[in-house]
């Protein structure tokens, strides 16, 4: 799990350490690698790549909400 006091950038670089990718053919395709790949993830990893996924959005959110104040 990741540390919640590691910055964006170290976040990023730890998941391009560890990203898995896969060219497919059509969505279809696409769309049962996807499945195949979180159905042999853990349960904890699931839910540890939708905190960080999480937290990423709020992070995004809470840096347009500060550029729109700016722009007032």
Do not use: G, H, Y
């Not at 391009?16 to 904890?44: G, H, I, K, Y």
């Not at 990893?45 to 104040?69: F, G, H, M, Q, W």
Request: net charge negative.
């Amino acid at each position: 799990m990741v540390a919640p006091e590691t910055t964006l950038e170290e976040r990023s670089r730890e998941r391009r350490e560890r990203l898995v990718a896969n060219r497919a053919a059509s969505f279809a395709e696409a769309d049962a690698w996807d499945l195949e790949f979180w159905q042999r993830r853990t349960p904890e990893e699931r839910l540890s790549a939708l905190v960080a996924i999480r937290k990423d959005v709020e992070l995004v959110e809470a840096a347009r909400a500060t550029a729109a104040l700016a722009e007032r």
